[in-house]
């Protein structure tokens, strides 16, 4: 069954270091979510992308987030420098298109000591 | 504003009986669809049901179905003799628009459920 791959799982990171999350959507999603789940708390929007195009990145931290899907099929989310309070899971989407339900991959669980 | 109400933080059950989880949510569209999601301890999402804000029957998936009052904007999610392994979190989420209206799903602040012997 086709499935939206992350890495890594788990993540350990110090404060002001840079950290990479990587996302394969299932093949043909043309739509990718990155979201970010506080514990406790449901998952928030970071950004989305229509194919290679960012669709809403309006809750973004701009200063220290970035992401791209460069060729419209996997993604990077890049956070620099990393922050005590960006600890949380980072869960990657995907959908056919902006319509349609959204698959979630298993997340990737950062922690910043 | 919250647009996902979920006033149920937790919620026990026994195995083999039904259980409803609420949902409201506030939107002035009137194109939008409705999303439940279940979320393990292991934390990935699934995908549970789906409801579109025209669809004039209510939504079923096996053991899952929707109860969906429009005019209270309410979107309860009710699990038919309950499994030991439906203990979980279960998030509410919309997307207000009409197709391809490019909003992301806005999810409620969910619900654990515990399915007791």
């Known amino acids: 069954e086709a499935e939206v791959a992350q890495s890594p799982r788990y993540k350990i990171t110090e404060k002001s270091q840079a950290v990479a999350f990587w996302c394969d959507p299932i093949?043909?999603?043309?739509?990718l979510y990155w979201y970010r789940q506080i514990l406790g708390q449901g998952p928030e929007l970071l950004v989305q992308f229509q194919d290679e195009s960012v669709v809403d990145d309006s809750q973004l931290p701009k200063d220290r987030f970035s992401a791209e899907r460069l060729k419209g099929v996997d993604s990077t989310l890049k956070i620099q420098p990393a922050e005590l309070g960006d600890s949380a899971m980072y869960l990657c989407?995907?959908?056919?298109?902006?319509?349609?339900?959204?698959?979630f991959g298993q997340g990737t669980r950062l922690t910043v000591v | 504003a919250q647009k996902i109400t979920q006033t149920q933080p937790g919620m026990f059950v026994q195995e083999k009986e039904a259980v409803t989880l609420d949902c409201t949510y506030d939107t002035s569209d009137q194109s939008y669809g409705l999303f439940w999601y279940k979320q393990p301890s292991s934390g990935e999402m699934i995908f549970l049901i789906y409801?579109?804000?025209?669809?004039?029957q209510n939504a079923t998936e096996g053991r899952y179905s929707l109860n969906f009052q429009k005019a209270r904007k309410s979107a309860n999610l009710v699990i038919s003799a309950s499994q030991l392994g439906d203990s979980a979190m279960y998030f509410c989420a919309m997307r207000e628009g009409g197709s391809n209206s490019g909003y992301a799903l806005n999810f409620g602040k969910g619900t654990s459920l515990l399915v007791t012997p």
């Open positions: 989407a995907s959908s056919l298109d902006m319509n349609t339900e959204a698959f």
């Open positions: 093949s043909g999603h043309a739509t």
């Open positions: 409801q579109g804000s025209y669809d004039e």
